[in-house]
């Protein structure tokens, strides 16, 4: 079946603009997590979403960004009065509910965020 | 805090040789998954190998393999047989089991598998 998807792949755009970026997690997969992957350095975590609702935003790094899921499917991240710091690249990854153990996490493809 | 050190920034090997990548972590949790996920390229995060806390037998997926040392606190990957599409990323991550499930991922080994 299909994987999960990001877009745009790539965005451009003029710091203190506002940004959306999307997530598709696999058909099913209840569970979704954004992560961040600046230059050279590994992914750190930033929200954790079970459905709708996300128990867990302990790794956004301010209150610019935001984050929403609706139907229990897409999901997008909200970065507002983008700075320079904000370039990275912003990587989905969804998994099943968890039942008894720890699902494994499949990733999309990230979207490169480069703020100019 | 958990965190996850991957002391080899890069490394390379001949194709068709072994190469080991080293992880260890740090943590108070009793009960928790290892991960060692691949990343080429194209930045498609690829699940390569992951271990559960409480089995003592490593995990073997074809020509990788870990060896876990729990009392150490170590999770290193070995690759047998490198081939020249091995050549990513390689990001070590850990997991509790509970709560969010969020990884918590080491800094990355560069690879290069060479002809």
């Known amino acids: 079946g299909a994987g999960v998807s990001q877009s745009p792949s790539n965005k451009v755009t003029e710091k203190g603009k506002d940004v959306e970026l999307r997530c598709d997690p696999i058909?099913?997969?209840?569970?979704l997590y954004w992560y961040r992957q600046s230059l050279g350095q590994g992914l750190e975590f930033l929200i954790y979403?079970?459905?709708?609702?996300?128990?867990?935003k302990s790794g956004l790094p301010s209150d610019r960004f935001s984050a929403e899921r609706t139907g229990g499917s897409v999901s997008t991240l909200t970065i507002q009065r983008t700075q320079q710091e904000d370039s990275a690249v912003y990587l989905c990854?969804?998994?099943?509910?968890?039942?008894?153990?720890?699902?494994?996490?499949?990733f999309g493809p990230g979207t490169r965020l480069l703020v100019l | 805090a958990q965190t996850v050190t991957q002391s080899q920034p890069e490394m390379s090997v001949q194709e068709a040789e072994t190469v080991t990548l080293s992880c260890t972590y740090d943590?108070?949790?009793?009960?928790?998954?290892l991960f060692w996920y691949k990343q080429p390229p194209s930045r498609q995060m690829i699940l390569v190998i992951r271990?559960?806390?409480?089995?003592?037998q490593n995990a073997t997926e074809n020509r990788f393999s870990v060896n876990f040392q729990k009392a150490a606190k170590s999770f290193s990957l070995k690759i047998s047989d490198s081939q020249l599409g091995d050549t990513a990323m390689y990001f070590c991550?850990?997991?509790?089991?509970?709560?969010?499930?969020?990884?918590?991922f080491g800094k990355g080994t560069k690879l290069t598998v060479n002809p």
């Open positions: 990854a969804s998994s099943l509910a968890v039942t008894s153990g720890v699902e494994t996490q499949y």
């Open positions: 058909s099913g997969h209840t569970a």
């Open positions: 979403f079970q459905g709708n609702s996300a128990p867990d």
């Open positions: 943590t108070s949790e009793n009960n928790y998954y």
């Open positions: 271990q559960e806390a409480y089995k003592q």
């Open positions: 991550a850990f997991t509790p089991q509970g709560g969010s499930e969020k990884l918590v």
